[in-house]
């Protein structure tokens, strides 16, 4: 049987579009007849919401209070092809999933403007797949390929929200023509219908929309700022399950040694695959002078006796929270002085950096704390020349320290970054935030300003800390971090 020859219901249902494998085998009439039916009912009654359902609810009504009567489109996002009929691992778009607790693809969002007040909120959903036209077994979507999907009634009855069929949303968004906003850059078709649908409704409308989707997103990112007691936990959560993964890589370090920096990364991604979604961003794995290069996730290189190993790595929880810990550690064992030298001034840094983290401290004091740190030991050194004030202006430690001491951290690893500089970068710590401490010192190995032996050395600690009533909590703590601390982990650990 020809393409044109199956079954016409299947033909018809060309919304979730079929595998590129091109292999169209043909299905006699008996055969589609015979899969329609003797199917279980599997539907899921009296399901209760899940956990953060009540949270979820919460935020919903502080965005719908931000925005009055306008309508918010928040898509989850869509698969990307990797190559043909693969695609690559899908991970939600954070708004969406920090507004629903939905972490599927393909769905969206609607918050849609009540003439009273307030919002009426529809999830759009992919519904089960329908067992009359094929595409259940068919389609490369359907559920026989890539597995059961909740039911409409299943997923309104755990995310707390009413549900509809993601195949309405186009006509859904068309037929209103309400001033409209959407996070931009995860659904490229429904940023387009909703270009359409401000063009209707002022011509200007459409040179206006960068900076209305952009004032949606940077609101977005002001809310998630501080954390409620469920995110803290779920990012307790992912920092433990981190901590785990830097102990199976001590334990793994003689195959590392044996091997390259990947067995590393692998090691570290078996715990963020069984215990979280995934890493929550490309893990570092970092040998010898390969520490210099603040991102280094090629993570191809040799893991030699006698080199420093960096791993920045963090797992991410299945509800998409990520921890980012950075332990430097001797492969041998034991610090030579000169790396010892180095990592202790590092660590002295972010001892620095931690304890400016307090509530209503100004969020930059933490960076400027372990920055000055950083200049009065390198001056003392004699690796940069006085005064300090005049350094620390010129900001010229910055040669080998080169980053920032640290960034916010939630859902995405360098997280609200979007949001207004005022309540951020120029703001105030408040009780909930989260935030990492990460000084490093990174001499080049072919910078030719420090001596030949320092060169190809870089270190980096970096832990989490929460910001409590009282002052804070490092989240991280479980993991040692002096370079005492770490040579008494690796002799207790890694396997002789
Ligand atoms: N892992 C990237 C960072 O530490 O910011
Ligand atoms: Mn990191
Ligand atoms: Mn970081």
């Known amino acids: 049987m020809s393409e044109q020859q199956r079954p016409q219901a299947e033909m018809d249902a060309p919304e979730f579009s079929p595998r590129k494998n091109g292999q169209a085998q043909s299905v006699s009439d008996e055969l589609a007849a015979w899969m329609r039916t003797g199917w279980a009912d599997t539907e899921m009654r009296d399901l209760e919401p899940i956990e953060q359902a009540g949270h979820t609810a919460r935020r919903r009504t502080a965005l719908s209070e931000a925005f009055p009567g306008e309508r918010l489109?928040?898509?989850?996002?869509?698969?990307?092809?990797?190559?043909?009929?693969?695609?690559?691992?899908?991970?939600?778009?954070?708004?969406?999933?920090?507004?629903t607790g939905d972490t599927t693809d393909g769905n969206c969002l609607v918050l849609t403007p009540r003439a009273g007040g307030g919002h009426d909120v529809v999830l759009y959903l992919k519904p089960r797949s329908n067992r009359d036209n094929g595409e259940f077994w068919l389609g490369g979507y359907g559920e026989l390929w890539t597995g059961r999907r909740n039911s409409l009634e299943e997923a309104s009855a755990l995310l707390g929200v009413p549900t509809a069929d993601v195949r309405t949303l186009p006509a859904a968004l068309r037929a209103d023509t309400v001033a409209t906003r959407v996070v931009r850059g995860h659904d490229a078709e429904i940023d387009a219908i909703v270009d359409e649908v401000r063009a209707d409704v002022d011509e200007q409308a459409r040179a206006k929309s960068a900076r209305l989707d952009e004032e949606l997103g940077v609101r977005l990112a002001d809310h998630r700022l501080v954390k409620d007691e469920w995110e803290v936990a779920q990012l307790q959560k992912a920092v433990d399950a981190t901590v785990r993964g830097f102990n199976d890589v001590v334990a793994a370090l003689p195959q590392a040694k044996d091997t390259s920096e990947r067995y590393v990364e692998g090691t570290f991604f078996l715990r963020a695959r069984v215990e979280g979604n995934d890493v929550g961003y490309g893990t570092i794995a970092a040998s010898g002078a390969n520490a210099t290069t603040l991102?280094?996730?090629?993570?191809?290189?040799?893991?030699?006796?006698?080199?420093?190993?960096?791993?920045?790595?963090?797992?991410?929880?299945?509800?998409?929270?990520?921890?980012?810990?950075?332990?430097?550690?001797?492969?041998?064992?034991?610090?030579?002085?000169?790396?010892?030298?180095?990592?202790?001034?590092?660590?002295?840094?972010?001892?620095?950096?931690?304890?400016?983290?307090?509530?209503?401290?100004?969020?930059i004091a933490f960076h400027e704390a372990s920055q000055r740190v950083l200049a009065e030991e390198l001056i003392a050194w004699g690796l940069l020349e006085g005064p300090l004030d005049r350094v620390l202006e010129l900001g010229l430690q910055r040669r080998y320290s080169l980053h920032g001491t640290g960034h916010m951290l939630g859902m995405d690893v360098h997280d609200c970054?979007?949001?207004?500089?005022?309540?951020?970068?120029?703001?105030?710590?408040?009780?909930?935030?989260?935030?990492?401490?990460?000084?490093?010192?990174?001499?080049?190995?072919?910078?030719?300003?420090?001596?030949?032996?320092?060169?190809?050395?870089?270190?980096?600690?970096?832990?989490?800390?929460?910001?409590?009533?009282?002052?804070?909590?490092?989240?991280?703590?479980?993991?040692?971090?002096?370079?005492?601390?770490?040579?008494?982990?690796?002799?207790?650990?890694?396997?002789?």
């Open 73 to 99: 489109v928040i898509p989850s996002g869509r698969l990307l092809t990797r190559s043909n009929d693969t695609e690559y691992p899908f991970r939600a778009a954070t708004n969406y999933a920090y507004l």
């Open 295 to 363: 991102h280094w996730t090629r993570n191809d290189g040799p893991v030699r006796e006698g080199d420093l190993l960096l791993l920045d790595a963090g797992v991410e929880t299945t509800t998409l929270y990520t921890a980012d810990v950075t332990r430097t550690m001797p492969v041998s064992g034991t610090f030579t002085e000169l790396q010892r030298k180095v990592y202790d001034i590092v660590y002295k840094a972010q001892e620095a950096g931690i304890a400016a983290v307090a509530p209503g401290a100004p969020f």
């Open 417 to 496: 970054a979007v949001s207004r500089q005022e309540v951020h970068l120029y703001g105030d710590l408040k009780p909930g935030m989260v935030l990492t401490v990460e000084p490093g010192l990174y001499f080049q190995p072919d910078d030719l300003t420090v001596p030949e032996e320092l060169r190809g050395i870089g270190v980096r600690i970096e832990d989490d800390v929460l910001v409590t009533e009282e002052g804070r909590t490092v989240m991280s703590a479980a993991l040692p971090r002096s370079s005492a601390e770490v040579e008494a982990w690796l002799a207790e650990r890694m396997p002789r």
